[in-house]
């Protein structure tokens, strides 16, 4: 679930910071849904509406992001690392949207 929320915040905002360890797991699953939004059927709609925790993100995913990767054939997102973090010295990082 943590997974699915952190997927739903990426396409929602653009971007989340969040460890990089968690970052490069999720970066697959995000670009599948962004996938899943580019073929545009039935079917793709209802496994993204699956994933995806929010009906408006799914909405976003199948208008505006399909649109915008239309030509591109992958690589979707990128992974900027920003350093520890103060409390527990993990790796930050930014997972977002190109």
């Known amino acids: 679930m943590m997974f699915r929320t952190l997927v739903t915040d990426l396409l929602k905002h653009g971007h989340v910071r969040t460890t990089a360890a968690k970052a490069r797991s999720i970066r697959p699953m995000a670009e599948k849904m962004v996938t899943l939004g580019k073929s545009g059927t039935l079917h793709s709609r209802r496994q993204a509406a699956a994933f995806i925790t929010e009906d408006a993100v799914v ?15 992958g690589g979707y997102t990128r992974i900027t690392k920003l350093g520890p973090r103060k409390g527990d010295a993990s790796e930050m990082a930014v997972l977002e949207l190109v």
């Open 59 to 73: 909405r976003t995913v199948f208008d505006d992001l399909a649109e915008r990767y239309r030509d591109r054939p």
